[in-house]
């Protein structure tokens, strides 16, 4: 069972930055690709970002390609998640989420964080 906690969320002004982790409690963090989803109030879960195994593959949703980069230290058991040019619209809480290989569907995924917020005033 791996355990993952997010980090870094907050409030931000619109065009700001932010930068999530994601700490995984096993070292078997590095036998899973990582996505990043987040779901604001009243809205169903959307695909952010993910990235392989090995780092070697990475994909984004049209909404936050050229402003958002998934990254993982698989030597640290750590993802992250870099957020720049933020958009009142990128308000959600944002979750971090294991599985074996990349989706964009929620479905599949085998471990979830708590979610973290981010809140992006206009």
């Known amino acids: 069972q791996v355990q993952l906690v997010e980090s870094g969320g907050g409030l931000v002004q619109a065009g700001g930055s932010l930068r999530l982790s994601c700490a995984a409690s096993?070292?078997?963090?590095?036998?899973?690709?990582m996505g990043w989803f987040r779901q604001a109030p009243g809205k169903e879960r959307e695909f952010v970002a993910c990235?392989?195994?090995?780092?070697?593959?990475?994909n984004y949703a049209d909404s936050v390609k050229g402003r958002f980069v998934i990254s993982r230290d698989n030597a640290k058991n750590m993802g992250a998640l870099q957020m720049n040019g933020l958009k009142p619209e990128d308000t959600a809480a944002y979750y971090c989420?294991?599985?074996?290989?990349?989706?964009?569907?929620?479905?599949?995924?085998?471990?979830w964080g708590q979610g973290t917020q981010v809140t992006v005033s206009s």
């Open positions: 990235i392989s195994w090995s780092g070697a593959y990475s």
């Open positions: 989420a294991l599985r074996g290989h990349c989706s964009a569907s929620a479905v599949g995924y085998d471990y």
């Open positions: 096993e070292r078997t963090f590095s036998n899973y690709a």
